[in-house]
């Protein structure tokens, strides 16, 4: 497979910006390596089978079918003259996975319809096309996009998912041997049409810079796995998606290009854990045309200089493909290229194998606070629009936190939904919260961020193509509530014990309204008695509601009379061990979360590095350019600057209601919030969740078409206290 064409190794091209790292062929070690790390790809179902291979294809000619009856018809009823009409045609390219040979078994086919210039975006292609499909009963699932940022038509064609987006081109006939490639193309086109053609533009050029195309597929093919089992896999969320790790892996090729899948996979995290971003990852130099369009370029585009992580396309005109990533997926990232850099060490070293690189990442048992994004509709079709427009809006709640608490409060959003299956049209997304690591625990300091989950649900109340049914609820859970249905079959794993966590005993009485050592007392309506704290629960007893309700009236409010919910600065990363000792490559790591090796193993590894190893380094060092540095992160929510008062609270030490206390250096905390019933049957009330806010329920504009939810008898404020395990077990972070 990927072992061969390594014939003749020292002349191979030169590609990239700059000189290759290594010019050095694998082993003999190297070559046994790369066979198990296909064959636990292929054992993992990465791998299509040549009947739904055959298939494919078969779906792609009828939709190459489709498209020309659909441009002859439109040709013909806007009054072409017979020659035109009998010479109009559109093509169909491919691009994405499927292009570049890495796609799975029910992956998406990333299709692109290049039609004439009288063959329109929104009449005629969302329009007669769009119609077309929906009366072939093989097309399932239309589901059109018309107001993306690239507008994209999905749907499912004979069970084959496809995304099926259009450029439309100034040519009056479209020839059956059109080069995309070639930049006259894009002369007197729209900017849809532009990002439309990029997806096959840059597909096609990736290909072309790669030395090796069977080793980039298997690596990228590995590499996209690894995403995906470690959480990082989601454009959309603020990660990377998939065109964003070819372009990396790509580059390593680029930079080893003799190398085999096995080597080229320790390369990846051995340069990514170096890279010091934000410096770019280019393919090759970004170069002004005569077209003039704009190109990625942060010494005269002040937009460009705020891109944390800038992955930059190959095709004219260059862009960066992760202007989704923020702080918090950055620094989440920069972990997860360091764990597996210490993974690739040990394997090395022979204590290891693939399984544990592609161990999956336990979110739900990394974090002690969640939030829980509940939406619902009332018919799939309805469920399938919404979920692309909330989905679309879930990096803004992150930016907005991010923000509006100056990073202190830092977001691990889930990259995908979870369905109950005793709700119909029904689904839930999760984000993992944590202070900021390294920050310091201010004692009794809280965030306030009711008016960011409310600017966050009124921007998703902004959705065009709003129906009735169509809800949306944020909530605040913590690790021992996160609903079953998230984890496999629906089981619950055992829980597990997190470092300085044990068993512990209150040994004074639950007085009402006390706060007892480590523990926030309540009225019991069973009397006194002591709790025993299961591994992974909180300190706190949130039994304790009962008492907070009674201090209602001492809580703050706005001017409408809401009260104000705050989430504080809780010690939440407590998932994770941390691996001490260790030299670091990595300036963004600072000694990153991994609880699945052993320090001792990982420090041998690392002290029996060679002095060739240290030259890479400094080689490394070296290559990356540095271009840039952000003054802060991009701006890039609407209606910013609205909340500067809300931003200046953020930076003062609130105390509202349900008195709070720090004895023995315990660090106690407070989120308050408010509960209405959901008045959809299929918003069932979880009595573990808590409303961020006071307002009902996704409150907006009359002129959006969505009428507020009706008003619901009101639970009383509820006070939950979240407590430092560090600092309640006498360890440090």
Not at 205 to 233: D, E, H
Not at 243 to 267: D, E, G, K
Not at 674 to 700: I, K, R
Request: a negative charge; charged letters at 25%.
């Amino acid at each position: 497979m990927a072992l061969a064409g390594f014939n003749n190794q020292n002349h191979v091209q030169h590609l990239g910006i700059t000189e290759p790292i290594s010019l050095a062929g694998p082993t003999e070690y190297d070559v046994m390596k790369t066979r198990e790390l296909e064959k636990f790809l292929a054992d993992a179902g990465l791998y299509e089978s040549h009947e739904e291979s055959i298939a494919r294809e078969e779906v792609l000619g009828r939709l190459d079918q489709l498209v020309k009856i659909w441009v002859k018809s439109i040709s013909r009823a806007k009054g072409l003259n017979e020659q035109l009409v009998h010479e109009a045609n559109a093509k169909i390219f491919t691009f994405g996975s499927y292009r570049l040979g890495v796609h799975g078994p029910g992956a998406d086919i990333d299709t692109l319809c290049v039609g004439p210039r009288h063959a329109g975006r929104d009449d005629d292609f969302f329009g007669e096309l769009q119609r077309m499909l929906s009366e072939i009963p093989e097309v399932t699932e239309l589901h059109p996009i018309p107001d993306a940022h690239v507008p994209v038509l999905g749907f499912k064609f004979k069970g084959v998912s496809i995304d099926l987006l259009y450029a439309r081109l100034s040519l009056w006939v479209i020839p059956d041997d059109l080069d995309i490639s070639q930049d006259s193309i894009l002369q007197n086109t729209d900017d849809a049409t532009v990002r439309s053609l990029n997806g096959c533009r840059v597909t096609d050029q990736i290909l072309r810079l790669v030395p090796n195309i069977q080793s980039f597929r298997t690596t990228l093919r590995c590499m996209r796995f690894w995403a995906k089992r470690r959480g990082v896999y989601s454009n959309v969320a603020g990660f990377l998606g998939g065109i964003n790790w070819a372009l990396l892996v790509a580059r390593i090729c680029q930079l080893y290009p003799n190398a085999l899948p096995n080597m080229l996979v320790a390369r990846f995290f051995r340069v990514y854990t170096q890279w010091r971003w934000p410096n770019p990852v280019m393919l090759c130099a970004n170069e002004e045309r005569s077209l003039g369009l704009q190109i990625w370029d942060p010494r005269r585009n002040p937009k460009d200089r705020f891109h944390l992580m800038p992955i930059i396309t190959p095709a004219y005109p260059c862009m960066n493909s992760s202007y989704n990533v923020s702080s918090s997926t950055l620094r989440i990232m920069t972990e997860e290229f360091q764990r597996g850099y210490d993974i690739c060490e040990v394997m090395e070293a022979d204590r290891t194998d693939w399984d544990k690189l592609f161990e999956p990442y336990p979110f739900f048992e990394s974090y002690k606070n969640y939030l829980q994004i509940d939406i619902c509709a009332v018919n799939d079709d309805d469920l399938r629009n919404w979920k692309g427009w909330v989905e679309s809006r879930l990096r803004q709640l992150t930016l907005k936190i991010e923000r509006h608490t100056f990073n202190m409060l830092q977001c691990h959003p889930h990259p995908g939904g979870f369905s109950d299956k005793t709700r119909p049209f029904h689904c839930s997304y999760f984000m993992g919260l944590q202070r900021k690591q390294g920050a310091p625990a201010n004692e009794g300091e809280q965030y306030d961020i009711r008016m960011t989950v409310d600017e966050f649900k009124q921007s998703v109340a902004n959705y065009t193509m709003w129906k009735p049914g169509m809800e949306i609820r944020v909530t605040h859970v913590r690790r021992r509530n996160i609903p079953n249905f998230v984890f496999p079959g629906g089981v619950r794993p055992r829980p597990v014990r997190l470092p300085g966590e044990r068993r512990r005993v209150a040994s004074e009485e639950q007085i009402p309204g006390k706060v007892c050592e480590n523990m926030v007392c309540g009225d019991m309506s069973d009397g006194s008695r002591k709790r025993m704290l299961e591994d992974g629960d909180d300190v706190t007893d949130v039994r304790s509601v009962k008492s907070c309700s009674k201090d209602v009236s001492n809580i703050d409010t706005n001017e409408s009379g809401d009260t104000w919910s705050e989430i504080s600065k809780s010690s939440v990363n407590e998932g994770s061990e941390r691996i001490t000792n260790l030299p670091t490559l990595s300036s963004w790591n600072d000694g990153a979360a991994n609880k699945s090796l052993n320090p001792m193993e990982l420090s041998s590894a690392m002290n029996g590095a060679t002095s060739s190893r240290a030259g890479e380094k400094q080689e490394i060092g070296n290559m990356i350019p540095g271009l840039h540095q952000p003054v802060a992160e991009l701006e890039e929510l609407e209606g910013g600057f609205q909340y500067e008062d809300q931003a200046n609270i953020l930076g003062k030490v609130v105390s509202r209601g349900c008195g709070q206390s720090t004895e023995n250096g315990a660090e106690v905390v407070t989120v308050m919030t408010s509960n209405g019933a959901c008045v959809n049957p299929h918003f069932p009330f979880n009595g573990s969740l808590e409303e961020l806010e006071a307002t009902d329920e996704l409150s907006v504009p009359s002129s959006t078409g969505l009428s507020s939810m009706s008003a619901v008898q009101r639970k009383p404020v509820i006070r939950l206290n979240l407590t430092s395990m560090a600092k309640a077990t006498g360890t440090s972070n």
